[in-house]
Structure formats: C-alpha cells, structure tokens
C-alpha cells in the first residue's frame, strides 16, 4: 500500500534518476525471487507478504519510468521494462502463484494490479511482447471455470477492460486473445476476454459498469473482425444478454404507486431493480447498435422471442391460460416500464425489434396496440399511462408508427370534404386561429392585468398567494415592447426556464413554442417517404349487382390497406427519393439493413415492423382483404342494421387514437386535471406535425361532416361552461383562484426540474463514471405540456424543494391545492374553463405557425435550424 501511495507522490521530473532506478528494481526483483525459490509450505505466510511487498516496489518503480518517459521529449530506454521481459518476470510470479494454495487470490490480484498497470502505461509496447502476453493469457485462462470473489473479479473486469481499449486501438492484436477450447465436436476457437466480461455484465455497481463499457468495446470490434463475431456468437453471448433481461424484469415491483402516470429518471434512481434493468436494456440496445450484423440479428431475435413476446407482453396484456385477464394496477405498471423502455432505446439498436412487436405481434387473436388503444377510455391510471405510451409513440417521429396509429384511416379521406377544400391552403388554419381564439368562455375575458391585481391587493393585505415577478404589461417573459413577426420566427429570447416567471396568458411563447415543436418535428420528418397532404384518389365502382356490398367493403377496406394504395400512387415529383411500397413486408430484408424507423433515418414501410420469411405471413394487400371481406361478410349475415353505419363510426373513420382522444376532450369539465393535460399535450403533438392530412382534421373546422371536429367540440364545452356559471356573483374571484393556482404549480414544476437537475449534476461531476438513468424532462416551452408534466406525479416535496418555494405549502391558502378545486362541480368548470382558455391560445397559435410554413418558401430558416441544433 506505502509503494502504491509513494508512486502517486512521485514526481518523474525531479524524482526519476534512470541509473538508480534500475538498480533499485533489480535489487528488488533478487530479493523476491530469492523468497520464491526457499520458499517451504511451513513459512508459506511471510513468504507471500514479502513477494508481494516486493511486487508493490517493481510496480511503483515501473510507473515512475513510463511516467518520465511520457515527459521526456527525446527518445529514452526503458531498462526496468526491459528487464521485466528479459527475465520472464511475469512467468515466474505466475508459476509460483498457483502453489501457493489458499493465498492464490491474493497473488492473482497483485498479478492483476501490475498487468493493470502495464497496459495501462506501455499500451501496444507490451501487449504483444511473449513475456508479457504468455502469462497474462494462462492467469486469465484460470478464470473461465471459476467465479472470482469480488475484490479480485473488479480488478479483472478493470484489466479487461484496459486490453479492450487498447484492442480497439490496434485491432490487428486481436488474435492473439483467442485461445483453443477442445470439445466433443473439435477445437473451437475462444475470445477470452469476451467470455470473462460476459459473467460480470449483469453485475450491480462499478463492476458491472465497467463489464458492460468493455464488451461494448468487444461488440465494436466484432463489426471488424469475422472471427471475433463467431467467437462471441459461439460463447452464447447473444443468450447470456437477452435472458439477463428477462431476469431483471421479474424482479420489478408489480404495481405503481398512486399519481404516477409516467416514471421519471428519479423514479428509476429510487428503485435499485429498475436501476439495473434500464442499465441492462440500455447495454443490448448499444450492443445491437455497433456489433456485428450477424449478432445483431441473433440478439434482436432472441430479445422478441426471449423477452418481448413471452415476458412483455403477457406482462402488458396480463394473460393466463389462453384467455386476455384484467389486473388494472399490474398493466398500469407493465404499461409505464414498456414506455419507459421505448424511451431508453434508439433507431439502431432494439427500436425496430420492439415496434414489430407492439404494432404486429399477437395475442389470443389481438394486436397488442389494439388492446392498449382500447385503454385509452376512461381516467383511470391505466387509462393515464398508456395515454403517456401514445405521447412517447408520437415523438419518435416515425413514419410507421404514425402510419399505424393515425394515417391508415385517414389516407382514403372518408372524413373530410375534399371537393370544398385543399388540405393544405394556408388560408384555413389562417381562419381556424381566429376562430379558435372566438371560444373563449366569457369569464376567462377577464384580462390578466385584473388578475394580477387581485394578486397584489391580496400581498397589500398579508395575504401573499404567489411569489412571481408582476412587472409592466408590456413585458413578456423578459422581453421588453412589442416584437415584430419577422423577429419571432427567427429566434427565441425566452427564458423559459426562469422559476419566477409564468407562460399562462403569453400568447407570444405560445407562438415561440409552436414554431420550435413544427421545426423540430419537420426535420425528424424530411426523410418520410409521403408528405401526408392529401387524401387517396379511389375508382368509383360500376357494377350495379354488387354495388352495396362493395362499397361498404371498399370504405372500410381502404380505411385498412390505404397506405399500400398512398404510397404506391405517391408522386413521384414530391420526392426524388426511391419510392417505397407498403408491399415491402412482404419482400426481403435488404442486405444493407436500412433502418426504416423514418423518423432516425430513410424512408418507410411496414417491412421496418416485419422480418418474416414466409410471405403469407406478411400483411400482403391481397390476402389482408380476403380476409376483412370474409370478416364482413359474416358480420352482415349477423347483424339486421346497415352495414353503412359502419362509415360514420369515429374509431372507423378516423382510427381509435385520434377518435379516443377527441372523446376525452369532450369530457373535459368531467374530468380531472391530470387528464385533461395530458389530452391536451397529445393533441397539441399531433398538431405540430408537417403532415396536412393530420394537422387538417383537427385544427380546421368544417372538415369533417361525419365525425365532430375539435373546434365543434370545444364551442360545445364552451356553451357549457357560459351556461354553468352564469349567475355565479364571485366567479371574477374565481377565476383569478384558477389562474393562481396553476401559475403555482407551474412554477413548483420549474423550481423542481431545476432543483433536480442541480443534484443530478453534482452527482454527475463527483462520479465521473455514473451510468445511472439520466434522461431530463424537455424544457418548458408551453404551458400544456408544462402542466401535463407536472402532473405527472403526487408526490410530496423534499426538503430543498420546501426551501425553493416560497411562501412553503402549508402557508398557501386553500385554492392553491388541487382538493379545492374537486369540491364542487362550479369550482371544477371555472378551472377547466381557465385551463381550456389557455389550451385555445396554443391551438390558435399553432394554426399560425402552421399556416406560415405552407405559406413560406423557406420555414425552416437557418440560422433558427442551428439554434435548435445547439
């Protein structure tokens, strides 16, 4: 230990003297070697605490030289190198080791710490030196068969890890780890290194970590070397991998606690098994990213049919036996760790694997993503957080996953009427923000100037309700005076992360926020295969005989199949792109394995879900009709009513996402808070994509004659809420309490996030080498998904967040906690009433950007493009 310390305290500079140093390591080395060779079993103790004293010395003097070499700036010798090497040092500590019965660890570590530090200082100088290289593998052989205690598989997990590095940086030094293992069938081959990281990857803490980051460095090599690929798929690595995650997985609590919809990065840091899942699922996905393409594909297999199929999802769907159960809180909680782990996995490794099994896989007949829309019915918390899966589904941006959920149905334009109307004219959402703006309900035209009044008279009185900077009514949000519109889309000068600043009534930061989600979303979107601006063009049906059938079966046929139709009739003009067939799942894989996940990368189709050799397994257009034909046909022989009723069913028309959420907004006085926001952040979501065919249904009124539209829908609640409060002598009073209370908790939001990330980073830049789960929330930049957010939990605060706020909770009045504002059905109304006033400002605004980006020859401007870059 004193030589360990001593080699740390030396300076190469003032300390190092070549001649001496050399004299005092041979001295050394005669000293041990002599203890070595007069060794006896009755003495075997002293013998071992002077070899490895001596050890400590060699190691401290070999440092010292690497160290003055480093400094040096002529070319120098190395004697104690030289001499280490020249009389097989190394081999001789070895061969003695392993006599020495139970104190063979202790020898094997000091071994250990001295490879260590070779490799670490002489790199490629050593690494392929005999005396060096010999005992290194025959001291790492020793540990295929057995499992080290723990001190001494960290110090070996260390020095693997080292020869990774260096590997990585001279691959042509790669054979020389492979050694022989003799079996029934033969030789075969063995990468050593690979084989002893593999028993320590799933390991908790440091060692473990390190394990994970040295056969990530294995996996990149294997993309290099053939052999390295074979070895490791012949050492069961791909398995080894994939079960561990199984295994993580069923030690996950089986229920979530209450109020928790979405897990965050300190839920997974609270919960040490969840902890070393995410560890574990984030290692397979980086693993299937850089390795090999051949164990990517056996990983990814073993991943859908080891986990996902047999693990994921009965745990999502709750199956026993043959028949689909219901157990609320353990699919509420199957539910958030799937959304969890879409969120903790990218385009290149596991992303393709999982959306082929959500979006195609089966159960008693089910597609998965059919029974999770299904779900998405109610306010429970089931209903909450598979409403958070679709919001994370949505922001991956891709192609399929929107094709699946929302363009499919909407493609053969059913819904809307395109005889009147262009999609995409500028002049509509020009009227939608003007009209979105008329519904507001007559006691949010309050103006907020009145409410932040309230707000003082109320201090003046000692009655301080908000702590929040109320300064002229020409600044907005640290802005002062008006600001031009040519000014606003190219930058933002919001600070929208200021704890003492709020966004409610900022219809400018509504404007900033519209134009950030747009941008952003159109350039994940530029590689899309489709603009998605106009409806399917459909041949009319002639045959008289079978008129009726026909056409029931062609509506809702083409509701199905219309993206093979779209996509196969796609202009070519709108891109210069190869075009791509929906067909595709049917066809082979290509050998370059494009990952067409659209939103990371090329352009799409379904064959980005499927990987299905057979092709009647696919979802070819024609064997797909037959059978919806087939399905129909039987339903008509069942049912007295019109099948056309059929057509004007919203789940039908516009498919159970869109439908389920437009339900969810018509309940909006009903319902609660946590809801209400999280309707509101998905819808807002779907708005901000480029896509004409989507962004028209919901934000132009008029252009859906067989299903409510969400301006329809809004005029209604707003007729509702006008009629509620009418009468009401304090509803002034009222409306401000609303405006207070979710001001608060906006700011409780930021100060929280800001809090948290203070500790994250701190604990980030004491533990340079944490892995733990550090995703962060996205910065504020609207108040829906502000709040959407911020309800996501309720929780009580730590103390650091008691002393960000001020005044504390327990000083606030009453109207500043949700119970207030669930007493009664009018103080409910006015809070979803002030909250639908500040949703229709978003909407208004984001018509506008909308507007101006069909209307712009260049909207993506950029200079605005490198700040969203930065």
């Known amino acids: 230990m004193f030589a360990r310390q001593l080699s740390r305290s030396l300076d190469p500079k003032h300390d190092y003297e070549p001649q001496a140093c050399y004299s005092s390591f041979c001295k050394h080395w005669q000293q041990a070697h002599d203890i070595i060779i007069k060794s006896k079993p009755q003495n075997l103790h002293d013998d071992v605490l002077g070899v490895v004293n001596h050890l400590e010395q060699l190691t401290t003097l070999l440092v010292l030289e690497a160290r003055a070499k480093e400094l040096s700036t002529k070319p120098t010798q190395q004697p104690c190198f030289e001499f280490l090497l020249s009389e097989n040092v190394l081999d001789k500590l070895y061969e003695w080791a392993i006599s020495t019965g139970k104190y063979e660890n202790a020898l094997r570590l000091e071994q250990l710490r001295l490879f260590g530090h070779l490799i670490n200082f002489y790199n490629s100088q050593v690494i392929a030196a005999e005396p060096f290289l010999r005992p290194l593998l025959k001291l790492l052989s020793g540990f295929r068969d057995q499992l080290p205690p723990p001190n001494l598989e960290s110090q070996l997990v260390a020095v693997l890890n080292q020869l990774c590095i260096t590997l990585m940086q001279n691959m042509k030094f790669v054979d020389l780890f492979f050694l022989t293992t003799h079996t029934q069938n033969g030789s075969v081959p063995e990468f050593v290194i690979g084989q002893l990281l593999l028993s320590s990857v799933h390991r908790e803490?440091?060692?473990?970590?390190?394990?994970?980051?040295?056969?990530?460095?294995?996996a990149k090599m294997s993309a290099i070397s053939e052999q390295l690929a074979e070895c490791l798929l012949a050492?069961?690595?791909?398995?080894?991998?994939?079960?561990?995650?199984?295994?993580?997985?069923?030690?996950?609590p089986r229920t979530l606690g209450e109020g928790i919809q979405r897990l965050t990065p300190d839920d997974v840091n609270k919960v040490h098994k969840l902890t070393l899942f995410i560890d574990s699922l984030e290692f397979c996905n980086a693993v299937a990213q850089v390795a090999h393409p051949t164990i990517r594909s056996q990983l990814l297999d073993l991943l859908l049919q080891g986990f996902l199929v047999p693990v994921m999802g009965p745990a999502l769907l709750q199956t026993k036996g043959e028949t689909l159960q219901s157990g609320a809180g353990e699919q509420a909680a199957a539910t958030a760790y799937f959304e969890l782990l879409i969120r903790c996995i990218t385009p290149g490794g596991v992303m393709r694997v999982v959306l082929q099994f959500l979006f195609t896989f089966e159960y008693d007949g089910v597609k998965v993503i059919d029974v999770l829309l299904a779900r998405l019915e109610g306010s429970s918390q089931l209903s909450l957080v598979t409403l958070s899966l679709m919001e994370t589904l949505i922001d991956l941006n891709c192609e399929d996953v929107m094709i699946e959920l929302v363009f499919k149905y909407l493609l053969n334009g059913h819904h809307v009427v395109t005889q009147k109307h262009k999609l995409s004219d500028p002049e509509l959402y020009r009227l939608a923000s003007n009209a979105f703006l008329d519904l507001t309900p007559k006691c949010c035209q309050r103006p907020l100037e009145s409410t932040k009044k309230w707000v003082q008279d109320m201090a003046t009185t000692g009655r301080k309700v908000l702590d929040i900077n109320l300064e002229s009514n020409n600044r907005v949000n640290g802005v002062q005076g008006d600001i031009a519109l040519s000014d606003l889309v190219q930058e933002i000068n919001f600070d929208y992360g200021n704890p003492n600043d709020t966004l409610i009534g900022n219809y400018h930061a509504y404007l900033c926020?519209?134009?950030?989600?747009?941008?952003?979303?159109?350039?994940?979107?530029?590689?899309?295969?489709?603009?998605?601006?106009?409806?399917?063009?459909?041949?009319?049906?002639?045959?008289?005989?079978?008129?009726?059938?026909?056409?029931?079966?062609?509506?809702?046929?083409?509701?199905?199949?219309?993206?093979?139709?779209?996509?196969?009739?796609?202009?070519?003009?709108?891109?210069?792109?190869?075009?791509?067939?929906?067909?595709?799942?049917?066809?082979?894989?290509?050998?370059?394995?494009?990952?067409?996940?659209?939103?990371?990368?090329?352009?799409?189709?379904?064959?980005?879900?499927?990987?299905?050799?057979?092709?009647?397994?696919?979802?070819?257009?024609?064997?797909?009709?037959?059978?919806?034909?087939?399905?129909?046909?039987?339903?008509?022989?069942?049912?007295?009513?019109?099948?056309?009723s059929w057509r004007v069913n919203a789940d039908t028309l516009i498919g159970p996402l869109l439908s389920s959420l437009l339900r969810k907004v018509g309940t909006l006085l009903e319902t609660d808070i946590t809801t209400n926001f999280r309707v509101t952040s998905a819808i807002c979501k779907l708005c901000s994509f480029p896509s004409p065919l989507l962004t028209a249904v919901l934000l132009c009124p008029n252009l859906t004659p067989n299903i409510p539209s969400l301006y329809q829908i809004l005029n209604k609640l707003r007729e509702e809420i006008d009629?509620?409060?009418?009468?009401?002598?304090?509803?002034?009073?009222?409306?401000?309490?609303?405006?207070?209370?979710?001001?608060?908790?906006?700011?409780?939001?930021?100060?929280?996030?800001?809090?948290?990330?203070?500790?994250?980073?701190?604990?980030?830049?004491?533990?340079?080498?944490?892995?733990?789960?550090?995703?962060?929330?996205?910065?504020?930049?609207?108040?829906?998904?502000?709040l959407s957010n911020m309800f996501a939990r309720k929780t009580p605060q730590s103390p650091q967040q008691q002393q960000y706020h001020s005044p504390t909770p327990t000083q606030l009045p009453p109207f500043t906690q949700e119970p207030y504002w669930n007493?009664?059905?009018?103080?409910?109304?006015?809070?979803?009433?002030?909250?639908?006033?500040?949703?229709?400002?978003?909407?208004?605004?984001?018509?506008?950007?909308?507007?101006?980006?069909?209307?712009?020859?260049?909207?993506?401007?950029?200079?605005?493009?490198?700040?969203?870059?930065?």
């Open 205 to 218: 803490g440091s060692c473990g970590s390190v394990a994970r980051d040295a056969f990530l460095l294995c």
């Open 513 to 644: 926020n519209s134009r950030f989600e747009i941008v952003t979303r159109a350039i994940a979107c530029a590689q899309w295969s489709s603009k998605y601006h106009k409806v399917t063009k459909r041949e009319p049906n002639n045959n008289a005989k079978d008129k009726d059938l026909d056409h029931t079966i062609d509506s809702l046929v083409s509701i199905c199949t219309s993206g093979y139709e779209t996509l196969k009739t796609s202009e070519k003009s709108d891109s210069s792109e190869k075009e791509h067939s929906l067909n595709s799942l049917t066809e082979e894989k290509d050998e370059k394995e494009h990952d067409s996940l659209n939103s990371f990368g090329e352009s799409s189709g379904y064959d980005s879900f499927l990987n299905k050799e057979d092709p009647d397994e696919g979802f070819a257009e024609d064997s797909f009709r037959k059978s919806f034909e087939k399905e129909l046909e039987d339903i008509i022989d069942r049912c007295d009513a019109p099948v056309r």
């Open 723 to 786: 009629a509620a409060v009418m009468g009401f002598d304090k509803i002034n009073e009222l409306v401000d309490r609303a405006r207070v209370f979710l001001i608060q908790r906006e700011l409780s939001l930021v100060r929280r996030a800001l809090t948290s990330n203070d500790r994250r980073a701190q604990k980030q830049n004491s533990q340079n080498a944490d892995n733990s789960f550090r995703r962060t929330e996205p910065k504020r930049r609207s108040l829906s998904t502000s």
């Open 235 to 252: 050492g069961n690595a791909c398995p080894i991998l994939a079960t561990g995650l199984s295994g993580l997985y069923s030690l996950l």
């Open 823 to 870: 007493k009664s059905a009018i103080h409910r109304c006015v809070l979803n009433a002030v909250i639908l006033d500040e949703w229709l400002k978003e909407l208004s605004a984001l018509c506008q950007e909308q507007a101006l980006r069909l209307s712009a020859d260049s909207y993506e401007h950029e200079s605005y493009v490198r700040i969203l870059a930065l």
